[in-house]
Each structure stands twice: as structure tokens, then as C-alpha cells.
């Protein structure tokens, strides 16, 4: 049995980063310009979900994962917008105790997981993919 899907609102929209700082806000304004031209219009607060949850998938790329490059895929659908970050590290993500000192921090996985509809965590041999569904 096939599950349907509801068609793309947009194409998706796909970059590659260097794994380097500034990948982070690269990846904010690519993301921001991606939901500012969906129609119908995301809810401000879903908007700045979706644009923290890329922000913090790849800033944890750039901190913890092997490799070069990510790569960011968006992806809008009728009442979800799918974020995917891939990296060449097939270890998948690790929750740590957040650091209340501030020195380490610890609250991006978590976050992530508590603002995404759904997350996934595909891994392979050689690299991983983590895919958050936010609602629309």
C-alpha cells in the first residue's frame, strides 16, 4: 500500500555548506527567504521555529560531525515544512545534560526534538541525514 503525499507548495530548496561558522547563518537566511515566499503565509511563531530548528541541526554539524560539508533541503508541504541537514558523519546524534553555566551547552538537540512534529535520523555508512517536520 502507497501513502500519499500532499504535493509540494514549492520546490525544494537545497544548498551545501562548508562546515564552517559562518554555514549557521548562511543556512538562517536561506531558510528565512525559503518560508517568506510560501503561499499561504507561515504563522510568524511556525517561521521562527522552522528557521531555529536549521539553525540548530547545523550549528551542531559545525561543532560535532566529521567531515567538510552539510548539506540543508527544504521542503513545504500543505500544513508541514521538512527541514533535512546531512553530514558525513555516521555517528547520529548524542544527548548531553544541558550546561547550565553556559560553557557547553546541551539544549539544541532536545529543542529541536520538542519543536519538530516529527524527527528522524537516518544513518548509513558513511554519513547521516536528520529530518524535522514543523508544522506550517
Do not use: Y
Not at 525544494?12 to 538562517?28: I, L, Q, W
Not at 531558510?31 to 504563522?43: D, I, K, M, Q
Not at 548524542?94 to 557547553?104: A, F, I, V, Y
Request: glycine share 4%.
Amino acid at each position: 500500500m502507497r501513502t500519499q503525499r500532499a504535493p509540494l507548495t514549492r520546490p525544494p530548496e537545497t544548498a551545501t555548506f562548508d562546515k564552517r561558522p559562518e554555514a549557521v547563518a548562511d543556512a538562517r537566511d536561506i531558510t528565512r527567504a525559503f518560508v517568506a515566499g510560501l503561499s499561504p503565509a507561515v504563522e510568524d511563531r511556525n517561521a521562527s521555529s522552522i528557521e531555529l530548528v536549521v539553525s540548530e541541526l547545523v550549528t551542531n554539524v559545525v561543532r560535532h560531525a566529521r567531515g567538510t560539508l552539510c548539506c540543508l533541503r527544504l521542503q513545504a508541504r500543505k500544513d508541514v515544512v521538512t527541514v533535512a541537514v546531512s553530514d558525513a558523519d555516521p555517528r547520529p546524534p548524542q544527548e548531553r545534560t544541558p550546561d547550565l553555566k553556559g560553557n557547553t551547552g546541551g539544549f539544541g538537540w532536545p529543542m529541536v526534538q520538542r519543536l519538530a512534529r516529527v524527527v528522524t535520523v537516518t544513518l548509513d555508512a558513511s554519513s547521516k541525514t536528520i529530518r524535522a517536520e514543523l508544522a506550517r
